[in-house]
């Protein structure tokens, strides 16, 4: 009975939480749950905009993934819901399969949800937590800085009351500058206020929830000011209840664009969740389990798109808002959920008023929270490569568009990674006097090395595509030698992988210097770089070149010196 509870605690963590739950604990979080709930529904609802959905599938996408993460999740702070950079890509994706049929855009919309969190499920079981630390820092801060930037020009006709065309922000900045004088003044007038009000609310009061204090402000003014018959735009009648679920069935060729947009959805969403989740697991002295955010990010969109709302991750403005409110299990979801339940089924009426105009508002101040202006000056000041590599991903997206952008920020990141790998650094190492051991002569100077004898070390993995890089780097050393090398020896200490294209390349080396009579030798090679390999063949392979094997440097050189003494004694005897 004790293994199968365990079991069950280890997929569903949060239940581990619940059976310790102490009483004084609650307190904080009823609080905490509702000022999650007051900034979650209307950043819900703003968010939705930008999904291109109604708002009530904000509202949806809001409540269901909560109650999901506080089973499944392994972090006590994390709130997750609607995310803007999420939201941008979901739009990006569907808008144009949909060709402006509004049913089979939301259709489309919960089959790319579902897939989403099956994906993120499958990822979870096949323990792919590592994909959080894919993107690099550059790469991701260059991608959210794009979004930044496209939801903030996606929002000005919204802010300031007047028809855009839509299209890319190629399209929209240039309209803005030619639209901005037939801008609706009440709208425009109502929009300052709303920001101006936003921000003081953020600036001063930050405990309180500004999303809400703008939400509430805006229905009292186009209630009582009847802004609506002055031309101000609101949101309209919004459903109660429960979702009711809408299927259909699609071309194939339709769910292989829905499965690839998937695909980046989960890498773009769980390296900014999970970052979100690590950095106040941090604060709070714990660490939560990359492998359980997969399934739990999984379950959450799973219960999204069963509720038919569109894919989510973990939101940092409701994590913060719980974290200083001093939440303390996963039971502040849980109270959210339903606080927002609550609303749903009794009070959809007066957010029927609520401006579009101020949840601009809402949405660009957490647009200009996606700008990350600090790391680009860090970037600047410590690596000219990175800062560009941040740019040109944000180009990338401002150009390229969002989807496209996410290839960008892969493909970048593989060039990184290879760029890096491709050409390592590496020593020729020496003995220095007072200094034990063999070290870089480079970063020893006066270090000695012995006639005839190359010491080298690659400073990295041996792979495909660096391992023709290592042959010339040892041919370049041996014809730059001021002695003839008899024998070439490689610290293999550094080297935890070596791949079958590798270990061919290394043989082909070995045989050729060989017929220069030159020895190819290696010392500290690690046990485990035969796990890639049958055994069998590895041990025969081992067998074969045994002789040229060492355990130590030390025991290298006192082979080579040893055959030169036999040879200098050969040689005196004839």
């Not at 239940?15 to 000022?35: I, P, V």
């Not at 735009?233 to 979702?243: D, H, K, R």
């Not at 495909?464 to 890089?469: E, K, L, P, T």
């Not at 392979?541 to 055959?563: G, L, M, N, R």
């Amino acid at each position: 009975m004790h293994a199968r509870s365990k079991g069950v605690t280890r997929w569903l963590p949060g239940l581990a939480s619940f059976k310790g739950y102490q009483r004084q604990w609650f307190s904080r979080d009823m609080t905490a749950g509702l000022s999650v709930a007051a900034i979650a529904l209307p950043v819900g609802i703003a968010y939705a905009s930008l999904a291109g959905v109604p708002p009530v599938v904000g509202i949806y996408s809001a409540i269901f993934p909560l109650l999901a993460y506080a089973l499944f999740g392994s972090s006590r702070q994390l709130m997750t819901g609607p995310d803007a950079a999420t939201c941008i890509m979901v739009a990006a994706s569907l808008a144009p399969l949909a060709n402006g049929n509004s049913d089979q855009y939301l259709a489309m919309m919960v089959v790319l949800t579902l897939m989403t969190g099956a994906l993120f499920m499958l990822a979870g079981i096949g323990r792919m937590g590592f994909i959080a630390n894919f993107l690099s820092q550059p790469v991701l801060t260059g991608y959210l800085n794009g979004i930044a930037l496209i939801i903030i020009v996606g929002q000005l006709p919204k802010f300031f009351g007047y028809q855009s065309a839509g299209g890319g922000i190629g399209e929209q900045l240039p309209e803005f500058f030619i639209q901005v004088t037939n801008a609706d003044p009440v709208t425009t007038i109502l929009a300052v206020s709303l920001l101006i009000l936003l921000l003081m609310v953020r600036r001063f009061v930050p405990l309180v929830p500004s999303a809400m204090v703008v939400v509430v402000v805006g229905i009292v003014a186009v209630m009582g000011l009847q802004l609506e018959q002055r031309g101000v735009a609101v949101l309209g009648e919004i459903p109660g209840g429960l979702p009711s679920a809408h299927w259909a069935i699609f071309d194939i060729e339709i769910y292989r664009e829905l499965f690839r947009d998937a695909a980046g959805l989960v890498l773009i969403s769980f390296t900014s969740g999970v970052l979100t989740a690590k950095s106040f697991a941090s604060r709070n002295r714990y660490q939560i389990a990359p492998n359980q955010e997969l399934i739990a990010f999984g379950a959450c969109n799973l219960a999204s798109g069963l509720a038919q709302g569109f894919p989510v991750t973990g939101a940092d403005s409701r994590t913060a808002v719980n974290n200083a409110m001093g939440g303390k299990t996963q039971l502040v979801g849980i109270v959210a959920a339903i606080a927002m339940l609550l609303i749903l089924f009794f009070a959809t009426g007066p957010l029927a008023s609520v401006p579009i105009a101020g949840l601009a508002a809402v949405i660009m101040v957490s647009a200009v929270g996606l700008f990350d202006l600090d790391s680009l000056r860090v970037l600047y000041r410590m690596s000219s490569k990175e800062f560009a590599v941040s740019v040109i991903t944000t180009l990338g997206v401002l150009i390229l568009g969002v989807l496209d952008g996410v290839l960008v920020a892969v493909v970048l990141s593989l060039v990184w990674l290879l760029s890096v790998g491709a050409k390592p650094k590496d020593s020729v190492l020496g003995q220095k006097e007072g200094v034990k051991g063999y070290h870089d002569i480079n970063d020893f100077p006066g270090a000695v090395t012995c006639p005839g004898l190359l010491l080298y070390r690659f400073d990295s993995n041996l792979l495909f595509f660096n391992a023709d890089y290592f042959c010339e780097r040892v041919r370049y050393l041996i014809a730059k030698a001021k002695q003839p090398v008899h024998w070439v020896v490689v610290d293999a200490s550094p080297v935890n992988i070596i791949d079958g294209t590798a270990l061919l390349k290394y043989r082909e080396l070995r045989e050729q210097l060989a017929s220069e009579g030159i020895v190819l030798a290696h010392a500290q090679a690690k046990r485990n770089l035969r796990r890639h390999f049958h055994s069998n063949w590895f041990v025969e392979a081992k067998e074969k070149y045994s002789a040229y094997e060492f355990d130590t440097i030390q025991q290298a050189v006192a082979a080579f010196q040893a055959q030169q003494e036999a040879h200098s004694v050969t040689d005196n005897t004839d």
